[in-house]
């Protein structure tokens, strides 16, 4: 029987699958710092693992007998996958599970700043008894999506999936990115059950920040080290524009981000992700200007249960054909 170590979960579906399969599933967290010595002790075959895990060379090293890693995700920063594929060591992750999750999220973010709903909706429980009416006049100058552009860094999955709504609301979309040229997105409405294509062809990064008036960022992580939004990309945006990211931590540089805030350059921002998890800075906790929230992209009970299956699917596969 092969055994699996979900370090950081799974969904039941996803464990099910593997347990009718004939797996082994493991779901208690191993001890900080004693993960290696969990894998060993407990002979386990397969990783599997979110972004809180750490896979590092060590680790493969110090376990030998590890024939699977998987990501319950996209993104892979937290592997050390070359290190990994030396060793003979197979890491798979889920890239199209989470997508209209975190591209909800998104739009969330946007929502919440454009309407001020951070502040507005502190300041309604501390002082909506007594100041109501000036809280509404805060508050009266809010915009629309409708009619604006969406510049999209990053046009895979996810990026498509924000394009997609984004047409749905009525904006213009523009997209960069160095893989793809364009992309034919499927607007889906439902109660008439046509699918309408939309061809969006991607430009250059420059004219995606000084066309847009909303940023959103779906990149795998830096570049060469190096934030893809710094100073020099943030004041190429248009005065009062809006910046979000949902993708990885430090591809924004946090410290140009609260420059553009300070001098009002940039309206607001939305942040799911930060350059120091699990302790973000406390310039952005407290800044007044960008809505928060905990790394929660792929964080809805219908992504986890579409990550569980597409991760048991492919250990389930790799087994069956090693």
Do not use: W
Request: net charge neutral; charged share 20%.
């Amino acid at each position: 029987m092969k055994r699996v170590l979900a370090n950081d979960g799974i969904d039941k579906l996803g464990k099910l699958l593997l347990e009718e399969a004939g797996f082994f599933v493991e779901t208690t967290k191993a001890i900080e710092g004693h993960l290696a010595e969990t894998i060993n002790n407990g002979n386990f075959d397969v990783l599997l693992v979110r972004s809180a895990t750490k896979v590092t060379s060590s680790i493969l090293d110090a376990c030998p007998n590890l024939k699977l890693i998987g990501r319950a995700g996209v993104g892979l920063d937290n592997i050390d996958v070359k290190y990994a594929d030396a060793k003979g060591v197979k890491v798979i992750n889920t890239p199209a599970a989470s997508s209209q999750s975190v591209a909800e999220l998104v739009f969330a973010h946007l929502f919440s700043g454009v309407r001020f709903l951070q502040n507005s909706n502190h300041e309604m429980r501390n002082k909506g008894e007594t100041h109501f009416n000036d809280l509404k006049k805060s508050y009266s100058t809010g915009i629309e999506l409708q009619g604006k552009t969406i510049g999209i860094i990053g046009f895979g999955r996810i990026g498509q999936a924000v394009g997609k709504m984004a047409i749905g609301l009525g904006m213009n979309v523009v997209a960069s990115d160095p893989f793809i040229k364009e992309a034919i997105l499927h607007i889906h409405i439902l109660p008439t059950k046509q699918d309408i294509p939309v061809k969006i062809s991607t430009i250059p990064l420059e004219d995606v920040l000084t066309k847009s008036d909303f940023i959103t960022l779906h990149v795998p992580g830096k570049i060469n080290g190096k934030a893809v939004i710094g100073g020099k990309e943030l004041d190429l945006m248009k005065p009062g524009a809006g910046i979000v990211n949902a993708a990885r931590g430090g591809v924004i540089d946090e410290d140009a981000l609260l420059y553009a805030l300070d001098t009002k350059h940039i309206a607001f921002a939305g942040l799911d992700v930060f350059e120091n998890e699990p302790t973000p800075a406390s310039a952005l906790l407290h800044h007044p200007l960008i809505s928060l929230s905990p790394h929660i992209g792929a964080s809805t009970a219908e992504a986890q249960e579409r990550i569980g299956k597409e991760m048991a699917e492919g250990i389930i596969s790799f087994f069956k054909n090693n």
